[in-house]
């Protein structure tokens, strides 16, 4: 397919190794987002959790509707319900046991005090009673690191077969999707639903639920027992929390600017990298290097002076917070010790309560962060879900009509837009007899490859019906349809393994021999046995490591082993060398022999022997015949024809004709 013609066929196809269930239809383009979809990518991306991560203020992004959203997460969560009761409940006594620790090191703390400078310094210490509080410490910690263990696995067992579930749901789907789709998301989009997304609700599930649950736990679990322990001591405490929330909140509204401006410089760096490495064959060829450094070195400062701020202001949070706390905790020991000494508090709950200080702004930092980390989540989870509720294709009937396949095709009154607003194909109408070679001309845009795309079903039809043998091919199940054609791009759509096996893929348990005469007939299997492990070699990421022609071949050699019966060709040796393309030409003439093809080519002396020639424009057939009869009526095509020996382009001949001809006349003689 012309790559020019993306306005009137998918315009994101999948790159060289892409899965089977993309569109084989579309016209290349980058594999990854623009800049502006990168940005949106990296905002979307969880930043750490813990006490302060190092990006402690970064913009969180959050669900556009949280309750549909936490709906159908906890939909996803059902099947594991009872798993997920016994984690809480695991989770609830590990975190109990920790919270307990402290009341026992305080009663440890007065058996010694009492043992040598208190009531019981006569008698000494009681090491028996010490040996059993001990041992009970270490019980609670032995307990609560089991139970730790326990609602780890549990959640890990839980977080993986729910994430292995979306995944497979999110694969199901991306092949159920209309190729619309396709056309109106980039493949960076599409690939941070299916992977970062998908990360992201990985990493939040398995981690932050249970740290947001203990989290909640220890701070209820700390409240009560300092509230029981000294109340004053507690409201100390508690005075603490407001004065941390108004400092964190004016760091985060400090920083977050920061930390964006950080996200798009990093995702204009990605994509000059990325322009970089695609096209470092260009920049060298032009001698454009040290601008493409001074650009890069321009980025890397903007980037470089963002970072900076956002890091060193996300940074003074620790060492602010830190101060307010240690503030805390340096009055919780004063006026402690003002208990001890009017014998209002023993210096054993006294100890438990500085513990517990230190330990009480913990969860409340943690809650604080978990949850943005779960409002990321959410976020994450929506995007998947709009993937997940995109539009499918029509469904397919239950069964194939059965019919004999001659390879009659008939178009009636059919009517196509990708936009409804804007259509393609205006009722078109078309009679192919079986055994036919249809070419079909025009300049970019026209409507060729759509043609082609709706026989395929890659599309609906908006008005009319297209007829195989008499039978409507919407009748029939997609891949019963998809058999009948043996379909070449333009863009040759090889993926990363080996060549035998990407020929293989035209048709289901190939024999070797198969195989060999497939790349025979296509003229590819004398450079393949060159290469150094000839059909076992392996082709790479990009398939870089073959030329355009010989890609262009080995695609040829698929559809060869598929044996179809309907052959659709978009500009199939536009890739090859003139040798390569006569005998490709040569092997093309054999295999359409007593099979209806059509052929699109904006060479005009590749359709001269074709038994009928469609000049459509503006998605109407203008002009149809054979050669040499649209040549005598010196009409359009001939006009076209003869402008090819010229250095004008076919595009700029349409438009000259355009100007000389009247066109909607012409069309409704056709018609």
């Given at each position: 397919?012309?790559?020019?013609?993306?306005?009137?066929?998918?315009?994101s196809?999948?790159?060289?190794?892409?899965?089977?269930?993309?569109?084989?239809?579309?016209?290349?383009?980058?594999?990854?987002?623009?800049?502006?979809?990168?940005?949106?990518?990296?905002?979307?991306?969880?930043?750490?959790?813990?006490?302060?991560?190092?990006?402690?203020?970064?913009?969180?992004?959050?669900p556009?509707?949280?309750?549909?959203?936490?709906?159908?997460?906890?939909?996803?969560?059902?099947?594991?319900?009872?798993?997920?009761?016994?984690?809480?409940a695991?989770?609830?006594?590990?975190?109990?046991?920790?919270?307990?620790?402290?009341?026992?090191?305080?009663?440890?703390?007065?058996?010694?005090?009492?043992?040598?400078?208190?009531?019981?310094?006569?008698t000494?210490?009681?090491y028996?009673k010490?040996?059993?509080?001990?041992?009970?410490l270490?019980v609670?910690?032995?307990?609560?690191?089991?139970?730790?263990?326990?609602?780890?696995?549990?959640?890990?067992?839980?977080?993986?077969k729910?994430?292995?579930?979306?995944?497979?749901?999110?694969?199901?789907k991306?092949?159920?999707?209309?190729?619309?789709?396709?056309?109106?998301?980039?493949?960076?989009?599409?690939?941070?639903?299916?992977?970062?997304?998908?990360?992201?609700?990985?990493?939040?599930?398995?981690?932050?639920?249970?740290?947001?649950?203990?989290?909640?736990?220890?701070?209820?679990?700390?409240?009560?027992?300092?509230?029981?322990?000294?109340?004053i001591?507690?409201?100390?405490?508690?005075?603490?929390?407001?004065?941390?929330?108004?400092?964190?909140?004016?760091?985060?509204?400090r920083?977050?600017?920061?930390?964006?401006?950080?996200?798009?410089?990093?995702?204009r760096?990605?994509?000059?990298?990325?322009?970089?490495?695609?096209?470092h064959?260009?920049?060298?060829?032009f001698?454009?290097?040290?601008?493409?450094?001074?650009?890069?070195?321009?980025?890397?400062?903007?980037?470089?002076?963002?970072?900076?701020?956002?890091?060193?202001?996300?940074?003074?949070?620790?060492?602010?917070?830190?101060?307010?706390?240690?503030?805390?905790?340096?009055?919780?020991?004063?006026?402690?010790?003002?208990?001890?000494?009017?014998?209002?508090?023993?210096?054993?709950?006294v100890?438990?309560?500085?513990?517990?200080?230190?330990q009480?702004?913990?969860?409340?930092?943690?809650?604080s962060?978990?949850?943005?980390?779960?409002?990321?989540?959410?976020?994450?989870?929506?995007?998947?879900?709009?993937?997940l509720?995109a539009?499918?294709?029509?469904?397919?009937?239950a069964?194939?009509?059965?019919?004999?396949?001659?390879?009659?095709?008939v178009?009636?009154?059919?009517?196509?837009?990708?936009?409804?607003?804007?259509?393609?194909?205006?009722?078109?109408?078309?009679?192919?007899?079986?055994?036919?070679?249809?070419?079909?001309?025009?300049?970019?845009?026209?409507g060729?490859?759509?043609?082609?795309?709706?026989?395929?079903?890659?599309?609906?039809?908006?008005g009319?019906?297209?007829?195989?043998?008499?039978?409507?091919?919407?009748?029939?199940?997609?891949?019963?349809?998809?058999?009948?054609?043996g379909?070449?791009l333009?863009t040759?759509?090889?993926?990363?393994?080996t060549?035998r096996?990407?020929?293989?893929?035209?048709?289901?348990?190939?024999?070797?021999d198969?195989?060999?005469?497939?790349?025979?007939?296509?003229?590819?299997?004398?450079?393949?046995?060159?290469?150094?492990?000839?059909?076992?070699?392996?082709?790479?990421?990009?398939?870089?490591?073959?030329?355009?022609?010989?890609?262009?071949?080995?695609?040829?050699?698929?559809v060869?082993?598929?044996?179809?019966?309907?052959?659709?060709?978009?500009?199939?040796?536009s890739?090859?060398?003139?040798?390569t393309?006569?005998?490709?030409?040569?092997?093309?003439?054999?295999?359409?022999?007593?099979?209806?093809?059509?052929?699109?080519?904006?060479?005009?002396?590749?359709?001269?022997?074709?038994?009928?020639?469609?000049?459509?424009?503006?998605?109407?057939?203008?002009?149809?015949g054979?050669?040499?009869?649209?040549?005598?009526?010196?009409?359009?095509?001939?006009?076209?024809?003869?402008?090819?020996?010229?250095?004008?382009?076919?595009?700029?001949?349409?438009k000259?004709?355009?100007n000389?001809?009247?066109?909607?006349?012409?069309?409704?003689?056709?018609?």
């Amino acid at each position: 397919m012309n790559q020019n013609d993306k306005e009137v066929s998918a315009p994101s196809s999948p790159s060289p190794t892409s899965s089977p269930t993309s569109s084989p239809t579309s016209s290349p383009t980058s594999p990854s987002a623009s800049p502006s979809s990168k940005t949106e990518d990296g905002l979307r991306q969880r930043h750490g959790f813990g006490r302060h991560g190092p990006n402690f203020g970064a913009p969180t992004v959050k669900p556009k509707n949280f309750r549909k959203t936490i709906l159908r997460f906890l939909v996803y969560l059902k099947p594991y319900r009872v798993t997920l009761f016994i984690v809480f409940a695991v989770a609830v006594f590990s975190t109990v046991f920790a919270v307990l620790a402290p009341l026992i090191i305080g009663d440890v703390v007065n058996v010694l005090y009492d043992g040598t400078i208190g009531s019981s310094k006569d008698t000494g210490i009681d090491y028996h009673k010490i040996v059993i509080l001990v041992g009970g410490l270490f019980v609670l910690y032995i307990a609560s690191s089991v139970f730790s263990y326990i609602q780890q696995y549990l959640m890990v067992n839980v977080t993986q077969k729910m994430v292995a579930r979306l995944r497979s749901d999110i694969g199901s789907k991306l092949s159920r999707l209309h190729l619309k789709y396709y056309d109106t998301h980039t493949h960076g989009e599409i690939m941070s639903r299916v992977i970062n997304d998908v990360d992201n609700i990985n990493n939040t599930l398995q981690q932050s639920i249970l740290q947001l649950l203990t989290s909640f736990v220890t701070l209820a679990g700390i409240s009560l027992i300092i509230f029981y322990l000294n109340p004053i001591l507690a409201l100390v405490c508690f005075s603490i929390l407001p004065i941390s929330a108004v400092l964190a909140k004016i760091i985060i509204s400090r920083s977050q600017g920061y930390f964006k401006d950080q996200q798009v410089n990093m995702a204009r760096l990605n994509g000059h990298v990325e322009e970089m490495y695609t096209g470092h064959k260009i920049i060298k060829a032009f001698g454009r290097e040290d601008k493409a450094i001074e650009k890069m070195n321009g980025i890397n400062e903007d980037l470089y002076h963002v970072s900076w701020k956002a890091q060193f202001i996300s940074g003074i949070s620790m060492p602010i917070l830190y101060f307010v706390q240690n503030i805390g905790y340096v009055l919780v020991c004063i006026i402690g010790c003002l208990f001890i000494l009017s014998g209002s508090m023993n210096i054993g709950n006294v100890q438990s309560f500085i513990l517990y200080s230190k330990q009480f702004t913990q969860p409340v930092t943690q809650i604080s962060t978990v949850i943005n980390t779960i409002q990321s989540m959410l976020a994450s989870m929506e995007h998947v879900l709009d993937l997940l509720d995109a539009p499918e294709e029509l469904p397919d009937p239950a069964v194939s009509p059965d019919f004999t396949l001659k390879g009659d095709v008939v178009f009636d009154h059919v009517h196509f837009g990708y936009d409804k607003e804007n259509p393609v194909i205006h009722d078109l109408s078309l009679n192919i007899s079986s055994g036919e070679t249809v070419a079909l001309v025009g300049p970019t845009g026209a409507g060729k490859t759509t043609i082609l795309n709706l026989m395929m079903r890659f599309y609906e039809v908006d008005g009319g019906s297209i007829l195989i043998d008499g039978v409507d091919i919407s009748t029939l199940k997609r891949p019963d349809l998809r058999k009948i054609f043996g379909m070449v791009l333009q863009t040759p759509w090889l993926f990363s393994s080996t060549i035998r096996e990407n020929i293989a893929y035209g048709k289901d348990g190939a024999a070797d021999d198969e195989i060999i005469r497939a790349a025979k007939m296509s003229y590819a299997d004398d450079f393949i046995r060159l290469l150094p492990k000839g059909y076992d070699t392996v082709v790479n990421e990009n398939a870089s490591n073959l030329s355009e022609g010989q890609k262009q071949m080995l695609t040829i050699a698929r559809v060869f082993l598929s044996n179809p019966s309907i052959l659709l060709l978009d500009e199939a040796t536009s890739s090859v060398d003139t040798l390569t393309e006569v005998y490709i030409k040569e092997a093309f003439a054999n295999l359409m022999k007593g099979r209806t093809s059509f052929v699109i080519a904006h060479r005009l002396s590749t359709v001269k022997n074709a038994d009928m020639i469609l000049v459509i424009n503006k998605g109407k057939i203008i002009e149809k015949g054979s050669h040499y009869d649209l040549l005598k009526q010196n009409g359009f095509y001939a006009m076209l024809y003869n402008s090819q020996f010229t250095d004008v382009n076919m595009d700029e001949t349409f438009k000259r004709i355009e100007n000389e001809m009247d066109y909607n006349s012409n069309a409704e003689r056709i018609k």
